[in-house]
């Protein structure tokens, strides 16, 4: 048994005994007679109200218990979670009556720390069918209900008490019209049973849900599954939805108690974007389910054969590939040639430096992990590089790319003239450049996707927390590992060149591959915020070169310094609020539209832009291609120019008929972010091959040539 599934068994035992004591003392309250009864306490206040105003010989009618819960806490459904209790209800009822089971509303998802519970907040309402005996004579008939709970904000509370409903008998039952809003609430928060041909597989650690329920993707705000049973499913893990016109399909993560016995039997609740009068409303809709396990038609596979070792395996492999990537080695590059200053010297300390740059790549890998896996877990539909898809966080890059340039290129040196501000970011000696290096490096690596790395992303995010973690811990440390072992080799510094006037000429030609990332980012926010998005980044960057210029030369009378300061203090502030005012690009603005299809000097195939309506259409008709593709994803745009963008590729898609479908990634695409968690991945690019309008997609490789695509096309039947 693992260290994660001991947890849960210890967890859920430990409720078990809670729950238990709590039974065991809960004695009962004063009973109260009416035909309306309430319960004030200090956490929740219970009322017992009855649909009717009389009771008639053999006709069921509803009672309801409601919970007022006060704000902050909350108690639990009847499958309550990674910890709590349900709600409990024993009746004591005259002769020949009887109650039936409580019908649940559906709940929510309420995180505590690394749990995730199932329950109700601020109100709950529990409706139970009460049968009257055949004959009843005329009088009054007494039901009497023994209600416990638990609530819990940061500690939890059992309560109890006793509610009575005194009703006549023996006449009609006429409709009690004060609780008919109340009612009708409670019925709208019943999930629906209809006959739904739900399905559910369990792939490697996954569980694939089928429910045959479609809906409009861009109406559809979200799906949570709650399964009746405690422990089948890992709780917090995200809950991966994938929607078409006639499906929607949840990727699961096993729980601790799962078995390939296990039922899956439970609700969903599908919240919906619904306008009203202008406005934007959530609707939430529930249906209870019960799925039989079988093979899933159309399921596309999810991480299949994973397991956590392989999955931190191709992490640090795709780790180590990364110091390749064109956004990377620049960077890279440039701590090389600090460490060449050190050669020779204190053989400790230039191995101390290592390990400091290690510790900055794998902590900004984690943060990043960590924010992203939170934002998941609160619904966004998001993946590897999401921070890349807000205009600011580009506009930002490019100031820091430019004036990383400007450092490297002569123009500027933060130094002590400047009132101790600080050294330049990649000149430091000490380790906090070196620490600050591998922040840097790991932000720049943030749009690309290296071999291997794709599948262990996608991996992770399926995972608990702490394996996603140490799997984003693992890529890293593959990331930093080259750099490290060179300060652990002798033989290889002393391969490298010794000090010398070489080395300034090669810091100024590292610039400039500083200035090509900030000209590719300004293109990149072409496609984000259009034309007014460049011209503020670039009014940003006149601001922060005016700032610079003024801070050149600090000599003077301390009032002359102190002036300077302020004013380039406040053209610093004024460069910094412009990305904020960045917006989506509006129509019109002559930004990049996949839906008008290529310019005219394409000479790939021609295509369209993705959607799920499309590619479902397509697929009727025959064989389609999807590239999910963005263009921050510099492998994306590589693969595009030598393998994609070829008119060899686009005789070969003619001949067989395949149909091309390009999602754009570049700013947040629910419908893609769907997609890419379908197979298992985080982020771009990703390449699907689909053979017709069954069956699952083939995955051709991250990194493309013209071979493998055409061969891929000539091997459909």
């Given at each position: 048994?693992?260290?994660d599934?001991?947890?849960?068994?210890?967890?859920?035992?430990?409720?078990?005994?809670?729950v238990?004591?709590?039974?065991?003392?809960?004695?009962?309250?004063?009973?109260?007679?009416?035909?309306?009864?309430?319960?004030?306490?200090?956490?929740?206040?219970?009322?017992?109200?009855?649909?009717?105003?009389g009771?008639?010989?053999?006709?069921?009618?509803?009672?309801?218990?409601?919970?007022?819960?006060?704000?902050?806490?909350?108690?639990?459904?009847?499958?309550?979670?990674?910890?709590?209790?349900?709600?409990?209800?024993?009746?004591?009822?005259?002769?020949?009556?009887?109650?039936?089971?409580?019908?649940?509303?559906?709940?929510?998802?309420?995180?505590?720390?690394?749990?995730?519970?199932?329950?109700?907040?601020?109100?709950?309402?529990?409706?139970?069918?009460?049968?009257?005996?055949?004959?009843?004579?005329?009088?009054t008939?007494?039901?009497?209900?023994?209600?416990?709970?638990?609530?819990?904000?940061?500690?939890?509370?059992?309560?109890?008490?006793?509610?009575?409903l005194?009703?006549?008998?023996?006449?009609?039952?006429?409709?009690?019209?004060?609780?008919?809003?109340?009612?009708l609430?409670?019925?709208?928060?019943?999930?629906?049973?209809?006959?739904?041909?739900?399905?559910?597989?369990?792939?490697?650690?996954?569980?694939?849900?089928?429910?045959?329920?479609?809906?409009?993707?861009?109406?559809?705000?979200?799906v949570?599954?709650?399964?009746?049973?405690?422990?089948?499913?890992?709780?917090?893990?995200?809950q991966?939805?994938?929607?078409t016109?006639?499906?929607?399909?949840?990727?699961?993560?096993?729980?601790?108690?799962?078995?390939?016995?296990?039922s899956?039997?439970?609700?969903?609740?599908?919240?919906?974007?619904?306008?009203?009068?202008?406005?934007?409303?959530?609707?939430?809709?529930?249906?209870?389910?019960?799925?039989?396990?079988g093979?899933?038609?159309?399921?596309p596979?999810?991480?299949a054969?994973?397991?956590?070792?392989?999955?931190?395996?191709?992490?640090?492999?795709?780790?180590?590939?990364?110091?390749?990537?064109?956004?990377?080695?620049?960077?890279?590059?440039?701590?090389?040639?600090?460490?060449?200053?050190?050669?020779?010297?204190?053989?400790?300390?230039?191995?101390?430096?290592?390990?400091?740059?290690?510790?900055?790549?794998?902590?900004?890998?984690?943060?990043?992990?960590?924010?992203?896996?939170g934002?998941?877990?609160?619904?966004?539909?998001?993946?590897?590089?999401?921070?890349l898809?807000?205009?600011?966080?580009?506009?930002?890059?490019?100031?820091?790319?430019?004036?990383?340039?400007?450092?490297l290129?002569?123009?500027?040196?933060i130094?002590?003239?400047?009132?101790?501000?600080?050294?330049?970011?990649?000149?430091?000696?000490g380790?906090?450049?070196?620490?600050?290096?591998?922040?840097?490096?790991?932000?720049?690596?943030?749009?690309?996707?290296?071999?291997?790395?794709?599948?262990?992303?996608?991996?992770?995010?399926?995972?608990?927390?702490?394996?996603?973690?140490?799997?984003?811990?693992?890529?890293?440390?593959?990331?930093?590992?080259?750099?490290?072992l060179?300060?652990?080799?002798?033989?290889?510094?002393?391969?490298?060149?010794?000090?010398?006037?070489?080395?300034a000429?090669?810091?100024?030609?590292?610039?400039?591959?500083?200035?090509a990332?900030?000209?590719?980012?300004v293109?990149?926010?072409?496609q984000?915020?259009?034309?007014?998005g460049?011209?503020?980044?670039?009014?940003?960057?006149?601001?922060?070169?005016f700032?610079?210029?003024l801070?050149?030369?600090?000599g003077?009378?301390?009032?002359?310094?102190?002036?300077?300061?302020?004013?380039?203090?406040?053209?610093?502030?004024?460069?910094?609020?412009?990305?904020?005012?960045?917006?989506?690009?509006?129509?019109?603005?002559?930004?990049?539209?996949?839906?008008?299809?290529?310019?005219?000097s394409?000479?790939?195939?021609?295509?369209?832009?993705?959607?799920d309506?499309?590619?479902?259409?397509?697929?009727?008709?025959?064989?389609?291609?999807?590239?999910?593709?963005?263009?921050?994803c510099?492998?994306?745009?590589?693969?595009?120019?030598?393998?994609?963008?070829?008119?060899?590729?686009?005789?070969?898609?003619?001949?067989?008929?395949?149909?091309?479908?390009?999602?754009?990634?570049?700013?947040?695409d629910?419908?893609?972010?769907?997609l890419?968690?379908?197979?298992?991945?985080?982020g771009?690019?990703?390449?699907l091959?689909?053979?017709?309008?069954?069956?699952?997609?083939?995955?051709?490789?991250?990194?493309?040539?013209q071979?493998?695509?055409i061969?891929?096309?000539?091997?459909?039947?």
């Amino acid at each position: 048994m693992n260290l994660d599934n001991l947890l849960h068994r210890t967890a859920h035992l430990s409720r078990l005994l809670v729950v238990s004591l709590w039974l065991s003392l809960a004695g009962p309250a004063a009973a109260q007679a009416s035909d309306f009864t309430t319960s004030d306490g200090p956490n929740v206040n219970v009322s017992l109200v009855s649909e009717v105003t009389g009771i008639e010989a053999g006709k069921p009618f509803w009672v309801m218990l409601r919970q007022e819960i006060r704000p902050g806490w909350h108690t639990y459904w009847r499958n309550p979670g990674d910890s709590g209790a349900p709600t409990e209800i024993t009746w004591d009822l005259p002769a020949g009556y009887s109650a039936g089971e409580i019908q649940w509303p559906f709940p929510e998802r309420i995180a505590y720390g690394p749990l995730v519970n199932f329950g109700y907040n601020n109100l709950a309402l529990y409706p139970v069918l009460i049968t009257p005996p055949a004959e009843v004579s005329a009088g009054t008939a007494t039901l009497t209900a023994k209600v416990r709970w638990l609530v819990c904000a940061d500690i939890c509370i059992p309560e109890n008490t006793t509610l009575t409903l005194t009703l006549p008998t023996g006449t009609d039952a006429g409709i009690n019209m004060s609780a008919q809003a109340i009612f009708l609430a409670a019925r709208q928060q019943v999930p629906a049973v209809i006959d739904l041909d739900a399905r559910w597989a369990s792939v490697g650690q996954q569980l694939v849900l089928q429910v045959p329920l479609g809906g409009d993707p861009k109406q559809v705000r979200k799906v949570d599954y709650f399964p009746f049973t405690d422990g089948v499913i890992e709780n917090p893990a995200a809950q991966q939805l994938l929607l078409t016109d006639n499906n929607m399909t949840l990727t699961l993560t096993q729980g601790w108690d799962y078995s390939a016995a296990s039922s899956l039997d439970g609700i969903i609740v599908v919240y919906e974007n619904v306008g009203f009068d202008g406005a934007e409303d959530v609707v939430a809709s529930a249906f209870e389910i019960r799925p039989a396990s079988g093979p899933i038609a159309g399921s596309p596979p999810v991480a299949a054969g994973t397991s956590v070792w392989t999955a931190i395996l191709f992490a640090f492999v795709g780790g180590l590939i990364l110091n390749l990537m064109p956004c990377v080695f620049p960077v890279l590059s440039i701590k090389v040639l600090s460490l060449v200053q050190q050669v020779g010297g204190d053989e400790t300390r230039i191995r101390a430096h290592g390990w400091v740059y290690l510790l900055g790549v794998v902590l900004s890998f984690t943060l990043i992990a960590g924010v992203l896996i939170g934002l998941r877990a609160g619904g966004a539909q998001i993946g590897w590089g999401f921070q890349l898809q807000s205009p600011w966080v580009i506009g930002l890059l490019v100031y820091l790319f430019f004036l990383i340039g400007l450092n490297l290129s002569g123009f500027f040196e933060i130094g002590t003239r400047m009132m101790g501000l600080g050294e330049s970011l990649l000149q430091r000696q000490g380790y906090s450049g070196s620490f600050l290096t591998g922040v840097l490096a790991t932000i720049v690596a943030a749009p690309c996707t290296a071999p291997f790395m794709a599948s262990a992303i996608g991996f992770a995010l399926t995972q608990s927390n702490l394996v996603a973690l140490t799997i984003f811990a693992a890529l890293g440390l593959g990331m930093a590992a080259p750099y490290l072992l060179l300060c652990y080799s002798p033989a290889l510094l002393r391969a490298l060149p010794r000090p010398g006037a070489w080395m300034a000429r090669f810091k100024e030609l590292l610039a400039f591959p500083m200035y090509a990332s900030a000209i590719w980012l300004v293109w990149v926010l072409t496609q984000q915020a259009g034309s007014m998005g460049v011209l503020l980044i670039l009014g940003g960057l006149l601001l922060l070169v005016f700032a610079i210029w003024l801070l050149r030369d600090l000599g003077g009378s301390l009032l002359r310094r102190r002036v300077l300061m302020v004013m380039a203090l406040m053209l610093v502030a004024l460069a910094l609020s412009l990305p904020i005012q960045l917006q989506a690009p509006a129509a019109g603005d002559g930004s990049q539209d996949l839906a008008s299809g290529p310019s005219q000097s394409y000479a790939g195939p021609v295509y369209g832009a993705y959607s799920d309506a499309k590619l479902a259409s397509l697929r009727a008709g025959g064989p389609v291609f999807v590239n999910l593709t963005a263009a921050w994803c510099i492998t994306c745009k590589v693969n595009e120019a030598v393998a994609l963008n070829l008119d060899a590729v686009r005789l070969a898609f003619e001949a067989k008929g395949v149909q091309y479908l390009k999602g754009d990634w570049t700013n947040q695409d629910a419908e893609i972010s769907r997609l890419l968690e379908a197979y298992g991945r985080s982020g771009v690019p990703l390449y699907l091959l689909y053979a017709g309008p069954t069956g699952e997609a083939q995955v051709l490789p991250q990194i493309l040539t013209q071979g493998i695509v055409i061969d891929a096309i000539n091997g459909l039947p």
